[in-house]
C-alpha cells in the first residue's frame, strides 16, 4: 500500500517564527510541510494601461473579470519565504500554487529549495504538459490539484501518457483558508481515483483531523495535509501520529 505522508500546513504557523516552527512539526513526526502559496496579480494594479483601470472603473463587469483572476482571495508566501525556511530545515516542502500562472513560479521556486510542485488543474488547460516537463526537470515532484467543484475526469488526461504527474491533491474545502468545514463529497474523488491509480500519491487539504481522517484514509487518501487541527491541538504530536496510524492500518 502507499505509505502515510503527514503535512502540517504552515498557513496554520507563527509565519513570524517559520523557522521554528517548522523544526517543531519535524520533531513532532511531520513527514512534509505544506506550503500554501497564495500569490497573483491583480488585473489592475499588474498587467493593465491607465484606460483599461479606467474602464475597469466605469464597468462592472471588468471588476467582475478582474477578481476572477485572483486564484483565491489571500496573499500568503512566495519564492522568498521558501528560499528563506530551506537554509533552516532539510524538510520535504510541499508546495501547493494557489496562482493563475504557475508556470511563472517553477524556476524560482526550484532555485528556493522547494521539493513538491502542485499546481491547480483549473489554471492548466494548454500548457501543463509543458508545467510537468518543467517541474520534473527542476528536480521537484510534480502535483495537480483539484477544487471541490471541479469533476475528477479533468486530472485523468494528467494521470496518463509519458509524462504523468506524481501526486493529485484533493481540495477537501474551497481553496484560500485555513480552519474550513471538510466536504465529506470529496470522498468519491479520492475512492474513484484510489480504485484507478493503486500506486499513486493522493492528497486530501481542508478541515482534516482526528474526527475526518477514518474517512479520509478508508477512502484512500495517503498524503495527509492539517493544519487547524494541528497547530491548534494541546498535543501536535499525538495528532499528527494518529493522522499517521490511521493511514497505515
Ligand atoms: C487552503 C489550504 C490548506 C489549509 C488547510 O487553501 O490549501 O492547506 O491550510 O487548513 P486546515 O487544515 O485548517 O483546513
Ligand atoms: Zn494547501
Redesign the pocket.
Known sequence: AVEAKIAP????SDFANLASEAERMVSFGADWL?M?I?IDVDLQDGYVSDLAKALLLFFPIYQKLADSCHF?Q?LTIGAPVIASLRKHTKAYLDC?L?VTNPLDYVDQLSKAGASGFTFHVEVSQDNWQELVTQIKSKGMKPGVALKPGTPIEDVYPLLEGENPVEMVLV??????????K?IPDMMNKVRTLREKYPELDIEV?????PSTIEEAASAGANCI???????GAQDPAQVISLLKTTVNK
Not at 500546513?9 to 496554520?12: I, N, P, Q, R, Y
Open positions: 500546513s504552515m498557513l496554520s505544506h500554501d497564495m483565491v489571500n501547493h494557489m481540495m477537501t474545502v474551497e481553496p484560500g483558508f485555513g480552519g474550513q471538510f487539504d481542508g478541515g482534516l483531523g495535509v492539517a493544519g487547524s487541527s494541528v497547530f
